[in-house]
């Protein structure tokens, strides 16, 4: 389960990571 875990957790600061970088490339 702890993997699991890290898997979710990696995938969740990816799509943060992604989020913001549409944001400020839609911005700029």
Known sequence: M???RFMTEC???ICLH???TYKM???S
């Open 2 to 4: 702890k993997e699991l």
């Open 11 to 13: 995938r969740h600061l």
């Open 18 to 20: 992604g989020s913001i």
């Open 25 to 27: 490339m839609k911005d």
